[in-house]
């Protein structure tokens, strides 16, 4: 299967962008104790967002701008658990149509990506640092969001989406009837999906204390 050739790191926008449905909503996970989330049968769960965050501020607090990098993404964990969802939907979604990425399509793009950049320490700062996108922290977390890229191509090419607004509408409406098959149930502490938005937004629940939540920034999808 051949497939556009874009950037790996580019994968947090068209989260933002193809995540845009009415198919998540602030439930609670009573049934679910521990997750963050839980997408069909597949559970997310609160250590997994944890330590993806802590890995990630730990490399923040590394660079010599770390006050900076942690100011302005305060949102972290919000935003992991989004992008959490979005994959594991995004997961059933290709499977459904038959896409596939092996390890080796993943290792392969990889390589592209760091002789686009010049080498890996400029592919783990441009993971850490993304334009509007999900900060990422380790070679493991690079690897999934890659995967998540691919995938998200392969789905496209799959079904004759093309990146304007109707291709888009193509992938939306793909992504909702994955989750209306398969369900998908947030935890309330991490907000609630306004789809109108295109993000998680702080749910109203009143044992929030206000301003404990910051909402996600919109990602331009460009």
């Not at 992008?83 to 499977?95: H, R």
Request: hydrophobic share 45%; net charge negative.
């Amino acid at each position: 299967m051949k497939r556009r050739r874009t950037s790996a790191l580019s994968v947090s926008a068209a989260v933002a962008l193809l995540a845009a449905t009415p198919l998540l909503t602030g439930c609670s996970t009573d049934a679910h104790p521990g997750d963050a989330a839980v997408v069909g049968d597949q559970s997310i769960s609160l250590a997994t967002v944890q330590a993806r965050v802590d890995a990630v501020r730990d490399a923040q607090r590394d660079q010599p701008n770390a006050d900076e990098l942690i100011a302005t993404t305060a949102a972290l964990t919000q935003q992991t658990v989004n992008s959490l969802v979005y994959m594991q939907l995004l997961e059933q979604a290709a499977a459904d149509a038959g896409v596939e990425v092996t390890r080796r399509d993943v290792q392969e793009e990889r390589a592209n990506v760091v002789a686009n950049l010049g080498g890996e320490e400029q592919l783990r700062q441009a993971a850490l640092m993304p334009q509007g996108g999900v900060p990422l922290a380790g070679d493991e977390q690079i690897d999934e969001t890659i995967r998540s890229q691919l995938l998200f191509q392969g789905l496209a090419q799959r079904i004759g989406a093309d990146m304007d607004p109707n291709g888009q509408q193509l992938l939306i409406d793909e992504l909702t009837r994955t989750a209306e098959r398969v369900g998908v149930d947030v935890n309330p502490r991490y907000g609630e999906w306004d789809a109108r938005q295109v993000m998680l937004v702080a749910a109203d629940e009143p044992w929030l204390r206000a301003g404990e939540q910051a909402e996600l920034p919109v990602v331009d999808p460009a």
